[in-house]
């Protein structure tokens, strides 16, 4: 098993960078691809972007390409996503969720979840 926590949520002015974090615990995390997914409030949960186990792989959302990244440090069992250009439609709870190896876009492969942390975008 894998067990998530997500920090480095909070207020943002337009235009502005954030770096959020997903610490991992388990035996597990190195073969884990992690995702990242953001859900607004009265929408669908909604895939922003996932790393493989190696690292070698990450797939984004078209709305965030060319402004988020995310990378992994497996001797930290972290995963981060840095966030530059935000825009206020980014404003979201933002949750990271792992599964076995691949990576996926569809939440519902992924069976670990962190509990999220909020990020509000400012105009």
């Known amino acids: 098993q894998v067990q998530l926590v997500e920090s480095g949520g909070g207020l943002v002015q337009a235009g502005g960078s954030l770096r959020l974090s997903c610490a991992a615990s388990?035996?597990?995390?190195?073969?884990?691809?992690i995702g990242w997914f953001r859900q607004a409030p009265g929408k669908e949960r909604e895939f922003v972007a996932a790393?493989?186990?190696?690292?070698?792989?990450?797939g984004y959302a078209d709305s965030v390409k060319g402004r988020f990244t995310i990378s992994r440090d497996n001797a930290k069992n972290t995963v981060y996503l840095q966030m530059n250009s935000a825009k206020p439609e980014d404003t979201a709870v933002y949750y990271c969720?792992?599964?076995?190896?691949?990576?996926?876009?569809?939440?519902?492969?992924?069976?670990?979840w962190g509990q999220g942390t909020q990020v509000t975008v400012s105009s």
């Open positions: 388990g035996r597990t995390f190195s073969s884990s691809a």
């Open positions: 969720a792992a599964k076995s190896f691949t990576t996926s876009q569809a939440p519902g492969e992924y069976p670990y």
């Open positions: 790393i493989s186990w190696r690292g070698a792989i990450a």
